[in-house]
């Protein structure tokens, strides 16, 4: 997985990760009186007091899960004072449930959690905090604040903002621009915030049309069905946005099968495959806007804080913030070596 000092680019222009964040120092040295909340003590990699993290996801039947539980391991193993408990992963609300309690019962300092299901698992997390247990819930949110410490995660609406607003400058002096949409799963919120991103962004560019739109299920074999269909009902486009690149995958093997290549192509998380590709430059595919699973090792870092009682290098403030919304950089052939190395397989 990436370095952490390569894991700082991905947060790009608009956000610092949180690993990036903790750089203050502590010390065994009597304290100094205190001037402002900058002399606070704040995290930094110098071993501390040891902290216990549990960590339960949902089953890593998704490249982007995956990295993120590889993320979250990786930088536990960072720290020789914290302890990673982690639970198998399941997609199962009750299995899920069963494992956050479980974590409670062995007494974790700090929970990290991405839930399957944000609304189903919101009880649990807020028995954790009755319990004295903050968590740090990842991603998927719960349905009340009371459940969560802070909250990490990725900015579906960006994503689809950013897209759209990248699409719209390629397109900006053609007239009667035509673009398509091959979207995620349609019931859940993250895909309507991405499609209402990208919908928002394509108003400020009034010669360009969404025409069509399919929605997949984030699986290769979804993503080259319905991409199929979306190239059979239309016989000429300028762009199409992918909201997946695990999906995109088999979107690419539709295109090339039809042998389509009038438009470019934009996808979704940033994918090792979409940026091997983005840099070879020999496919439609011309960018990846960015949901970075780097987002567990600063969950990570947020938890490894919270266990020892300290704040953020950088901020001003005594504690962790209540959330942290990662920025969703779109990475094209110009910049794709300083986001290469974030890619996940």
């Known amino acids: 997985m990436p370095e952490t000092s390569r894991r700082g680019l991905l947060f790009g222009t608009a956000a610092v990760s949180a690993g990036a964040l903790l750089t203050a120092c502590t010390s065994n040295e009597p304290k100094k009186p205190q001037t402002s909340q900058t002399d606070q003590p704040a995290a930094d990699n110098k071993p501390g007091k040891p902290v216990t993290i549990g960590f339960a996801g949902p089953q890593a039947d998704h490249g982007w899960l995956n990295a993120i539980n590889e993320n979250a391991k990786s930088q536990a193993e960072k720290y020789s004072e914290v302890t990673l408990e982690i639970t198998e992963g399941s997609n199962d609300t009750a299995a899920q449930i069963g494992q956050v309690k479980t974590l409670i019962n062995k007494k974790v300092d700090v929970l990290v959690i991405l839930p399957a299901d944000g609304k189903a698992l919101t009880q649990v997390g807020q028995e954790a905090m009755k319990a004295g247990i903050p968590v740090i819930n990842l991603d998927r949110i719960f349905a009340s604040p009371q459940a969560y410490r802070c909250w990490v995660g990725g900015d579906n609406y960006g994503m689809g903002l950013n897209a759209g607003t990248y699409i719209g400058e390629k397109l900006k002096d053609k007239p009667n621009a035509k673009v398509v949409e091959l979207a995620g799963i349609d019931n859940l919120e993250l895909t309507k915030q991405r499609s209402q991103g990208f919908a928002d962004a394509l108003k400020n560019y009034p010669n360009v049309k969404l025409v069509a739109r399919q929605a997949a299920e984030f699986t290769v074999e979804s993503g080259q069905a319905k991409m199929a269909q979306l190239l059979q ?80 290098g950088g901020l001003s403030e005594l504690e962790i913030p209540t959330s942290l919304t990662l920025y969703s950089a779109v990475v094209t052939k110009d910049n794709i070596d300083q986001y290469l190395p974030t890619g996940f397989s």
């Open 233 to 312: 009902a239309q016989k000429k486009f300028d762009a199409l946005w992918n909201h997946d690149d695990d999906q995109g995958v088999g979107a690419l093997r539709a295109i090339q099968q039809a042998g389509r290549d009038e438009f470019l192509m934009v996808g979704g998380a940033g994918a090792k495959s979409a940026m091997d590709a983005i840099k070879a430059d020999n496919s439609v595919l011309k960018a990846t806007v960015l949901y970075p699973p780097t987002m567990a090792a600063s969950a990570i870092d947020l938890a490894r804080a919270l266990g020892q009682s300290k704040g953020i």
